[in-house]
């Protein structure tokens, strides 16, 4: 196995933290609870139409969105928005997460460090690659992004 073939197969099984209070990461990191507590994660926001883990012991969000070029994701961004920010203002964390970690996480994390930090498209998308390198938003998200950028 090549080094990047290697690095990005452990880095994927972890889940990467953003900022302080937000973390991304794929399904499988929703199955770790010692993991999940210790990082003190309180909110799991699924990118994904996947059934909470621990539907007692977390605060969950599910928004049903296919990884599909022409799926409408952007719309959901302000709900998304508002339930990281409940986490955060509670004391808490939040692992935002779909399947693999890899597309609608990532956009619906890109597209909050855009709002809330002021961030570029092309800043957030470093920012967030630099913790998660194989983090990539497929075309049709991307554009969404560079749309919801021009109206900020």
Request: proline share 3%; hydrophobic share 40%.
């Amino acid at each position: 196995m090549s080094t990047n073939m290697h690095d990005m197969f452990f880095l994927s099984n972890n889940m990467c933290e953003i900022e302080k209070g937000l973390f991304l990461g794929a399904y499988c990191h929703t199955c770790d609870r010692e993991k999940l507590k210790s990082s003190n994660i309180t909110h799991v926001l699924s990118v994904a139409n996947l059934r909470p883990t621990y539907p007692d012991e977390f605060i969950y969000k599910v928004i049903d969105v296919l990884d599909m070029p022409d799926a409408s994701i952007k719309n959901h961004f302000d709900e998304c928005f508002e339930f990281i920010d409940e986490a955060k203002r509670r004391g808490g964390s939040v692992l935002v997460h779909c399947f693999m970690g890899v597309s609608r996480s990532v956009t619906v994390v890109v597209a909050y460090l855009m709002k809330k930090r002021g961030m570029s498209l092309s800043q957030a998308l470093e920012h967030v690659k630099q913790r998660r390198p194989q983090a990539s938003p497929n075309i049709g998200f991307i554009q969404q992004l560079q749309d919801f950028q021009n109206s900020l």
